[in-house]
């Protein structure tokens, strides 16, 4: 019996622990990491060294636009190293300048922009690289990327005339400009209700 039970305890040990962590997913700013909140305190919940995280991440994306956002996967092991998986910029990202603006549209059909089949085709050559999009082909990529621009108000077409679409970007702030501020009118008015 005592055989037996020794070698329970040694089979025990020749068996791997299973790993049930899942995939930290993260955005962070191209050379921007750093260990204060939210990065910070989901590294350390993870047992990661937070400051050797930020130099590797930061010294990895050093030949990236500072401030780019970045999603990232981390996976993190037993003997606390990790495996850091960075993937390109968000579509919606890479949408929004090659529209020229800062934010997609505020209200149901809006128009926020305009892109070229050109910017399009340009965009989905990055973004089939990301590893979760590997398995598409270009075609694919395409369409997937002409929902997520609709989805933002930002409309395809064929060729843009610079001089009216810049009157229509300086349209479309002013209007974003407006809508901010009916939206502070708003917090303004709750504010004073409540109290």
Do not use: W
Not at 51 to 76: H, M, S
Not at 98 to 110: D, F, L, N, P, T
């Amino acid at each position: 019996m005592s055989k037996t039970i020794g070698r329970m305890k040694m089979g025990k040990k020749l068996v791997e622990k299973i790993d049930h962590s899942s995939k930290l997913r993260v955005d962070i700013p191209a050379g921007m990491a750093s260990s204060a909140p939210p990065l910070g305190s989901q590294l350390g919940q993870r047992n990661i060294n937070i400051e050797n995280f930020c130099k590797d991440f930061n010294k990895r994306t050093a030949n990236i636009k500072e401030g780019i956002p970045l999603p990232c996967r981390v996976k993190v092991h037993s003997d606390r190293t990790y495996d850091l998986v960075i993937h390109a910029p968000p579509t919606t990202y890479f949408l929004k300048q090659a529209a020229g603006v800062q934010k997609g549209r505020i209200r149901k059909g809006e128009l926020a922009g305009k892109i070229t089949l050109k910017h399009l085709y340009e965009i989905a050559k990055i973004k089939i690289e990301d590893p979760p999009n590997a398995l598409l082909s270009l075609e694919h990529m395409c369409q997937m990327l002409v929902g997520i621009a609709r989805s933002c108000g930002i409309e395809i077409v064929r060729e843009i005339d610079p001089v009216e679409y810049e009157q229509f970007l300086k349209d479309r702030e002013a209007s974003i400009a407006e809508y901010r501020e009916q939206l502070q009118l708003a917090k303004e008015s709750k504010v004073l209700r409540t109290n």
